[in-house]
């Protein structure tokens, strides 16, 4: 491996970096009623996300058994979503402290996430201060969604990050499972929308319940 290569620590967003159930809820209850159908408690919404703002849709619509074009369902989706895409955000307590503290150990901090790219970089920028993360990487046309196994390793070759000093970060089993489609040390917190069981399931090295026991899961890269 160069010795070029950095390592990185790289976050999923919803649920691990910033609370966005609220905007979440409020953006897909939006669709939902625009068409006349029921909206769904905010926490349904912890098991709704996680795999894209079209799976999202897909699951909103079946829970309510409608039979609406998803495509058409998710432009308004989407279009709701950018009207509250600021609604009630808020980075986790203790969280920047803790990533500061990794930036200080020499890590690049990136976040990698389904939500569109130029929404995740409105969110991360509403909670953080510019230039925080040095990449910030949402879902762009053509290029696959975690937990493809494409993504995470082209990702990494990009921001020139060293698989075995890097470590993923997320909420869910789709992060788990994305972190190991590279080799990475897959963490994940119970701060999020996920739960213990299911991380555990999908092989998760580290659980984390405080934002403080960050730093000693990543470690001192080597």
Do not use: H
Not at 62 to 72: C, P, T, W
Not at 92 to 120: H, I
Not at 179 to 208: H, M, N, P, S
């Amino acid at each position: 491996m160069s010795e070029k290569l950095i390592p990185a620590a790289i976050f999923d967003l919803d649920g691990t970096l910033i609370y966005t159930l609220a905007c979440l809820a409020k953006s897909g209850n939006a669709m939902l009623e625009s068409y006349g159908l029921d909206p769904y408690p905010v926490e349904d919404f912890k098991m709704l996300v996680g795999n894209g703002s079209r799976i999202l849709v897909e699951r909103m619509l079946a829970g309510r058994q409608s039979d609406l074009d998803v495509d058409q369902a998710l432009d308004r989706y989407l279009a709701c979503f950018r009207e509250n895409v600021l609604y009630q955000l808020e980075a986790y307590a203790g969280l920047p402290e803790s990533l500061q503290a990794l930036k200080d150990q020499g890590y690049l901090l990136a976040v990698l996430t389904n939500k569109p790219d130029d929404l995740a970089k409105t969110t991360i920028e509403a909670c953080y201060p510019p230039g925080f993360f040095s990449v910030i990487r949402g879902q762009r046309a053509g290029v696959p969604i975690k937990p493809d196994p494409r993504l995470l390793p082209a990702f990494l070759s990009e921001i020139g990050a060293d698989p075995a000093r890097s470590v993923f970060v997320g909420d869910s089993a789709v992060d788990m499972e994305t972190a190991q489609t590279a080799g990475l040390k897959a963490i994940g917190v119970l701060w999020g929308y996920r739960g213990r069981e299911e991380l555990q399931a999908a092989g998760a090295d580290f659980l984390l319940e405080d934002p403080r026991q960050l730093l000693a899961a990543v470690g001192e890269p080597l």
